[in-house]
């Protein structure tokens, strides 16, 4: 008999490893926290007891689930901003601490503004988890708008993921792109971990790329920025073309010599 093939590898999708002991035989609703026997049943109840008591009060506690069985994100602009956050060093070794808690869907009530990402996030207690990126530089947004001039069709396409290879590497370069660096993200997070990015920063970076994944206008959001402007100088020049006066003396030399005026304009 011969052995089964494996999926083929996408370059375009960030697996997780950890996915396939994590799919359960039910799907997880938006209120639910997974335990592990690692977290001891005591916590975990004493977890749940506070979350409930919270949600009583009228916080939502709305958990942040992966759209995908295999990976953690699924379009464009999700897997744009978990391959941006891996591709630097100091990231690297500590994003997938947070894999585990974000597919467990302990992070909760996600919020993303201009220049702001929170989230509450279960662990061995409840914590508030709070980041700060810097809005995009103006320079460097409008240079980005520039290098992308004429090779975006329209906002649906942007918005969708649908570019082309040139656009694609544009948005997405570490130095003059869309995403944020290191130094451009100060992250915060109420547990004692010392460390630079713990596990619930991690969790909850996972859970952003989800989100941009159902509303990648978000992204725009958070760094400041309007998507349309992306498009809107392309269609400002050509509808300026369009209704700009005819050059008087072209039409009456085409005129002249019996020229078609509809090939001479492009009409």
């Given at each position: 008999m011969s052995a089964k093939k494996k999926p083929a590898?996408?370059?375009d999708i960030v697996y997780d490893d950890e996915a396939l002991t994590a799919i359960r035989t039910h799907a997880p609703r938006a209120d639910e926290i997974f335990w592990h026997d690692e977290d001891g049943d005591k916590v975990a109840g004493q977890i749940e007891r506070e979350l409930e008591k919270r949600r009583e009060s009228g916080e939502p506690l709305r958990a942040v689930l992966p759209g995908h069985a295999r990976s953690l994100s699924t379009t464009f602009w999700g897997q744009a901003w978990n391959r941006n956050l891996m591709s630097y060093s100091d990231y690297e070794s500590r994003m997938p601490r947070g894999r585990t808690y974000f597919r467990r869907g302990q992070v909760m009530d996600l919020a993303i503004t201009r220049g702001s990402i929170t989230a509450t996030v279960a662990?061995?207690?409840?914590y508030e988890v709070q980041m700060r990126i810097t809005p995009l530089d103006t320079e460097v947004w409008e240079s980005l708008k520039k290098r992308c001039q004429g090779k975006i069709g329209g906002l649906v396409e942007l918005l969708s993921g649908e570019l082309s290879d040139g656009v694609m590497k544009e948005v997405t370069k570490q130095d003059g792109g869309l995403f944020a660096a290191p130094g451009e993200m100060k992250l915060d997070c109420t547990?004692?971990?010392s460390a630079g990015l713990c596990k619930h920063l991690a969790a909850t970076l996972?859970?952003?790329?989800?989100l941009f994944d159902e509303q990648p206008v978000l992204l725009f959001t958070l760094r400041g920025v309007d998507p349309q402007e992306m498009v809107a100088k392309d269609a400002k020049e050509a509808v300026a073309q369009l209704t700009a006066p005819a050059d008087v003396e072209a039409v009456r030399a085409a005129a002249l010599e019996g020229v078609d005026l509809d090939e001479v304009f492009g009409l």
């Open positions: 590898f996408r370059d662990g061995t207690r409840i547990c004692p971990d996972y859970a952003a790329g989800s």
